[in-house]
Structure formats: structure tokens, C-alpha cells
């Protein structure tokens, strides 16, 4: 306590003309606390599993124990190689698909009426429902499975997207046009960089909606990949190993969404590295 | 009074010897707001000239008008005797709110005007190095606009209206977001950098102080609908200490008689 005290006093104290021991102070204690709040959530789980809260609730312990044991058998391995295929298939096409079509409305009237109230109602929808029609259409396959995690994503990607275009600094605008910049150099140097933030917000929440497609799919349409693991486990009341694969899925959708945060701040908002 | 040359009226002023900017009978009108009525002005070669007057007079809808930002209603606007109507190479903006992007170092958005036109990196850093030192800012290349100060960000502006190497710059009321100490510093510097690069300056401003300041040449703009309501040309002695200016007989009396003349539009 004494010592993070003293930090933030020399972080004021350095506030100018460099910063870079104020970032480092400022990015240290996050991580630390980060790992405290993991720490005391795994501690919580454990204890609640020696109570134990219900015969189906594992102790934190006996999951980590049942994941290695997945791990090593290989069977997380295939259901993984099963389930990423429509989930990064769905999200790659929902994220290009969505930024693009989003784009396009953002920019252009008519887009906007024809496209948007779609969206608005996709997004508004009960998705899950659907997913049952797609089965009926589409069948059983990866094409199923890929429309269900798109159906989940796109939504929140376009609509996200249409916002942060429409809603661009106009002053930049005027700015870009008055040293002749081109409709395109707008588009790019401007509005795209502009709307970064609102864009990747809304990549995050979509790509987190494409995780709950596929695994929604898993379970209702076909037993495949990890929604069949979990089924699986579950019918044979391996509760730790059931567990150990719902926290698996979690940590992944986790981890990819840090990864997007870290390419939207190292590749479109550099300004906002360590602040 | 004896030493400022004064010319009254709205009726067209005889052009000045060589004149880069020319307008002609601009109108421009916002829904049924008369904005600018009939505006005939010359803005003379290598001269700064404000644009002077209350709020409402239309200054910064005829610069945006010579700019080719916004369109007019009425007349024409020629640059070395062409007819323009849109943004041109022979003309940079600096503008009021700095219009930086956050996300670009102070060294890519001094040479965003560069970048547009299509220089190579290598080139169009080299220009804009040199502009950053010009207007003070070296050292800042790799900063980002956040981390800069307003007078330190219109500066960044400054530099990459001039980094186009445009004949005419057009200044919308650039210190308005600046604080009082960085204005008068910003001041002195535009005084030096004017006499440094040749270059024709057209400055919107509402402060009577700072027209009379930095303006071999004022143009005062009556509201409700925008005119040329009177022409100045204040005979300032600016070789010197800029610190003195401000304590020059002439520069008081001058911001006093445009006080005076402004005063009625004033509720």
C-alpha cells in the first residue's frame, strides 16, 4: 500500500515531458490486481466446492485436474478442431461482412434505410430461436453452424459500425477536404481511423456472440466439438471435466478478446498505448 | 488617427497594386438569415489581413467561402486570377478547433496535407521537420496531439497549413482555444514568421486588439447582413521588439477608433 502511494506521487510528479515512468507505474498495479481478482474467484470456487453448494459443483481443484486430463487424452484437442471451424469461419466473414456493410450505410442514405431496420431488428430478436429454422434449412453441417454464430455477430458488428461512420468528427472532414482529399483518402485516413474505437467495441461484442453461436449450435443442432463434450460429460456426470470444458471455452473467447484489444491499440489508436 | 490610413464605405475598394485574392459580389444567405451581402474585397500579395467584426458579421463563413469550404449564393472568388470554387493547392486552412488527428503523431498530422497529395514518406517528413522547427516544436515530432498544450496544438496546425507550401493561408480565429499567455507568445511568433515566409495571411479574428497586432491590413464587417463596413490599414512599426507594439501610440489609438466605429453593433 506504502509503496503504491509513493508511485502515484512520483507519477505525478513526472507528469511531463516524459511519461514513461508514469506508465509503467500505472501498468504494473493493474496486472497485479487482475491477478489477486482470478486468485480470490479460484479460491471462492474451491471452497464453494468443498461445501459442497450441489453434487454437480466441482471444486476448483478437481476442474483444473479433469482440463489436463482432457488435454492429455486429446479430446479437447478434437472437439477444439471442430468447433473453431464454423466459429473463426463466422466471425472472419461477420467481421469483414459487418465493418463493410456497416461502412457502406454509414456513408450512403439510401444503404442505411434499405439495410439498418434489419439489423435493428436482428439484434433486438431472441437469435436463438432462429437457430432451429436454420437447421431445417441448411441442415446439419458447417453451414449451419457458421449461419448461427453469423446471425449472433453480424448484428452488433454492422450496427456498431454504421454508428461510429455516421457519427464521425466532421470537423476532421472538413479538414480532409480542404487539403483535397479524395472521397477514398477520407474514407481510410479519416472515418475509418476515427471510428475505430466504436468499430472494434462492436468486434468485440460480436466476436463474444459468435462463441455463444457456436456453442448454441453445438448443443441444439448437431453433437459436434465442445457443445458435445459438454453434453457428453454431462450425461455421464463427469462434472469436473464438463466444468473444465465450459472454462476452457471461456478462457479462449477471453483470450481472443484481449488479442483484438491489443491490434486495435497497436495497430489503429497508437495515442492510446499506456494511458 | 493622422497615421491610419482610412477608407470608408462599402462601395469597392480600388484595388491595391498586385492583389492575390479577389472578391467579387459574395452573398451567401442561411435559411432567411442574411449571412454576407454583396461582399467586394482585394486582399493585397505578401500582406496579412483580418477579417474584423461582432459575432454574426459572417468573418468566418467568407473565409470558408475564399477557403472553397463553403458555397457561396452569389459572386466569385479568384486566386491569382483564377475562379475557384473548391479547396486548392494555392490555398491552407488552419482551423479554430485545430482539427488534429488524435491519432497520428504531431510529425504525421504536419504532413497529412503531403500525404494526401501523394509525396513519399521520406520527402514530406523531411518538409515537415523543418516546419515543426519553424514554428517551435521540434523535439514534439513523436508526440501525439493529447499530449500537447492548445497553443502547442494550433501550432502543429500552423505548421501543416504551411508544410503545403500554399500562396495563401486562411487563419479561422486560431487562438480562440488558446489561453491569454500562449496567444500573445503565438502573436509574436506569426509577426516573425510572416516577415520569414512570403506568404499572403487572411486572419478571422472578434479581437480588436489582436487585429490592430498582427494586420498590415483590417477589414471591419458590419452584421445583419455581413458588409464591408470600413477598411485599415494600421502604420505599425513591426522591425522591432513586438513587446512594444503594444505600448505604440498608434496601436492604441487605432484599437480605440475601431472600437468606437464597432461599438454600435454592440447590444
Known amino acids: 500500500m506504502a509503496v503504491s502511494i509513493r508511485t502515484d506521487g512520483e507519477a505525478a510528479g513526472l507528469a511531463s515531458p516524459s511519461t514513461r515512468s508514469a506508465t509503467v507505474a500505472s501498468w504494473d498495479q493493474p496486472i497485479l490486481l487482475r491477478l489477486v481478482s482470478i486468485a480470490l474467484f479460484a479460491g471462492i470456487w474451491e471452497v464453494a466446492g468443498r461445501i459442497p453448494v450441489s453434487f454437480a459443483f466441482p471444486t476448483f481443484s478437481d476442474t483444473i485436474v479433469a482440463f489436463f486430463g482432457l488435454l492429455a487424452d486429446g479430446s479437447l484437442a478434437t472437439a477444439y478442431l471442430s468447433t473453431l471451424q464454423p466459429l473463426v469461419l463466422g466471425v472472419v466473414l461477420s467481421a469483414f461482412l459487418g465493418v463493410g456493410l456497416g461502412t457502406i450505410c454509414g456513408l450512403w442514405r439510401t444503404g442505411e434505410w434499405l439495410v439498418i431496420p434489419v439489423f435493428i431488428v436482428l439484434q433486438a430478436a431472441p437469435v436463438a430461436a432462429f437457430i432451429p429454422m436454420v437447421t431445417f434449412v441448411y441442415g446439419i453441417g458447417m453451414t449451419a453452424k457458421t449461419l448461427a454464430v453469423m446471425i449472433l455477430a453480424l448484428p452488433v458488428i454492422v450496427l456498431n459500425t454504421y454508428k461510429a461512420v455516421r457519427n464521425v468528427n466532421e470537423s476532421l472532414l472538413v479538414m480532409c477536404r480542404s487539403f483535397m482529399g479524395t472521397r477514398w483518402q477520407t474514407v481510410a485516413k479519416i472515418i475509418l481511423p476515427d471510428a475505430s474505437p466504436v468499430i472494434f467495441a462492436g468486434l468485440r461484442l460480436g466476436v463474444a456472440a459468435g462463441f455463444v453461436g457456436v456453442v448454441l449450435a453445438e448443443l441444439l443442432i448437431t453433437p459436434t466439438g465442445i457443445g458435445d463434450l459438454i453434453t457428453f460429460h454431462r450425461s455421464r456426470a463427469d462434472y469436473a471435466e464438463m466444468y473444465a470444458t465450459i472454462a476452457s471455452i471461456i478462457a479462449l473467447s477471453t483470450l481472443t478478446l484481449v488479442f483484438l484489444q491489443w491490434v486495435e491499440v497497436r495497430v489503429f489508436r497508437p495515442e492510446s498505448r499506456g494511458t | ?267
Open chain 2, 1 to 267: 488617427m493622422g497615421a491610419t490610413a482610412l477608407r470608408n464605405g462599402p462601395s469597392p475598394v480600388p484595388a491595391p497594386i498586385d492583389s492575390i485574392v479577389e472578391v467579387r459580389g459574395i452573398s451567401k444567405t442561411y435559411g432567411n438569415v442574411e449571412a454576407l451581402r454583396g461582399i467586394d474585397l482585394d486582399f493585397p500579395r505578401g500582406k496579412l489581413t483580418s477579417l474584423l467584426g461582432p459575432s454574426g458579421c459572417g468573418k468566418t463563413t467568407l473565409l470558408k467561402i475564399i477557403a472553397g469550404l463553403i458555397r457561396a449564393d452569389g459572386g466569385t472568388v479568384a486566386i491569382n486570377g483564377k475562379r475557384v470554387s473548391a479547396p486548392g493547392p494555392e490555398r491552407a486552412f488552419v482551423f479554430q478547433d485545430f482539427a488534429l488527428m488524435p491519432w497520428a503523431t504531431v510529425m504525421r498530422n504536419v504532413a497529412f496535407g503531403l500525404e494526401l497529395r501523394g509525396t513519399n514518406k521520406a520527402e514530406r517528413e523531411e518538409i515537415a521537420r523543418r516546419y515543426i522547427a519553424e514554428v517551435g516544436l521540434a523535439g514534439f515530432e513523436d508526440k501525439y496531439p493529447h499530449q500537447l498544450s492548445g497553443g502547442m496544438r494550433q501550432r502543429v496546425g500552423l505548421a501543416r497549413a504551411l508544410s503545403v507550401d500554399a500562396d495563401v493561408l486562411l487563419l479561422d480565429e486560431p487562438f480562440s482555444a488558446v489561453d491569454e499567455q500562449n496567444r500573445r507568445k503565438f502573436q509574436e511568433d506569426l509577426i516573425r514568421l510572416r516577415t520569414n515566409q512570403n506568404k499572403t495571411f487572411i486572419f478571422v479574428t472578434h479581437s480588436i486588439e489582436e487585429a490592430v497586432y498582427i494586420s498590415d491590413r483590417i477589414v471591419l464587417l458590419s452584421p445583419r447582413p455581413g458588409r464591408v463596413s470600413q477598411i485599415i490599414e494600421p502604420e505599425i512599426g513591426r522591425s522591432g521588439d513586438p513587446e512594444r507594439i503594444h505600448r505604440d501610440r498608434h496601436y492604441l489609438d487605432t484599437v480605440e477608433e475601431i472600437w468606437q466605429g464597432l461599438k454600435q453593433y454592440v447590444e
